[in-house]
């Protein structure tokens, strides 16, 4: 019988590295990850997974209670709002105690020409005409863009766009490089202009802010949404404490 059945909501490189390094520590805790099933082909973490949507705030519940989730972390993307929305609410629902694990968000260093937004609408429109913008957005955030024909974008994505995208653009498909040098050699390659990107944090995808820095490009970069309410650490060894009941 396990003492604790933890829910990390996943998706994230972080939540990944969560799962492993709780199962190496407490191997006397359930581990389950879940994964929402945007990627054909995900790197599936350590523990159970499942995948899938709950069925909104409700079916979370409904999970938590089924499962006998006794802590829930929601180690999803900063981005990825409407799952913390429905985290926080299954979780009062359910009396399950969470914790948001949430990396810190980059922030400007001397060198980088950004451009601070609120939304990906305002990203568009940020953008002078004729210029030739590297998207690294999310393929269900893509579709303001068709609104201006005078771009010719370059849009990388993990799969291919299905259904296809509903303007030009040339595609790049894989993950984004951690090397800043590969990143630069990329759009240097492709006569990228700028760079438009979220404000994610991490360290996975920071090569192509930097990479942007080394080349002097303009990167417009969108904000956050606001964060989940409730307790919130930005590392692991706090979010293990955490699971582990020792914090
Ligand atoms: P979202 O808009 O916040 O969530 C939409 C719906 O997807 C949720 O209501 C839920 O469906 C389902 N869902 C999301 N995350 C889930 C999870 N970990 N397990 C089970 N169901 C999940 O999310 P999103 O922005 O589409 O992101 C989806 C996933 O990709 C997240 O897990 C996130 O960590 C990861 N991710 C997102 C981004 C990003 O930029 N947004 C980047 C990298 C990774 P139900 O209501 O049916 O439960």
New binding site residues.
């Given amino acids: 019988m396990p003492a604790d059945t933890i829910l990390i909501?996943?998706?994230?490189a972080e939540?990944g590295a969560l799962a492993g390094e709780l199962a190496a520590a407490r191997p006397n805790l359930r581990v389950i990850t879940?994964?929402?099933g945007?990627t054909a082909a995900p790197s599936l973490p350590v523990g159970e997974v499942r995948i899938?949507?709950?069925?909104?705030a409700d079916?979370?519940a409904a999970y938590l209670k089924e499962e006998g989730v006794t802590r829930l972390i929601d180690a999803?993307?900063p981005?990825?709002?409407?799952?913390?929305r429905?985290a926080e609410k299954a979780a009062a629902a359910a009396a399950v105690p969470r914790l948001c694990l949430v990396r810190a968000p980059w922030m400007p260093v001397a060198g980088d020409l950004w451009t601070e937004v609120d939304c990906i609408g305002t990203a568009r429109d940020a953008l002078p005409g004729n210029a030739r913008p590297f998207l690294a957005l999310?393929r269900?955030h893509l579709s303001p863009f068709a609104r201006r024909a005078d771009l010719a974008p370059v849009v990388r994505m993990i799969d291919p766009p299905d259904p296809p995208l509903t303007f030009r653009a040339d595609l790049v498909l894989g993950k984004p490089s951690r090397e800043p040098a590969e990143e630069a050699a990329l759009f240097t390659h492709l006569g990228v202009t700028h760079l438009v990107c979220?404000n994610?944090g991490g360290g996975a995808s920071y090569a192509k802010i930097e990479a942007a820095r080394m080349l002097g490009l303009p990167v417009i970069v969108i904000a956050r949404p606001p964060a989940p309410a409730g307790p919130t650490v930005a590392d692991l060894a706090a979010a293990i404490a955490w699971a582990a009941g020792t914090a």
């Fill in positions: 909501l996943g998706g994230t939540a879940s994964l929402a945007r899938g949507g709950f069925g909104g079916g979370l999803t993307h981005f990825a709002a409407g799952i913390s429905n999310g269900q979220r994610s």
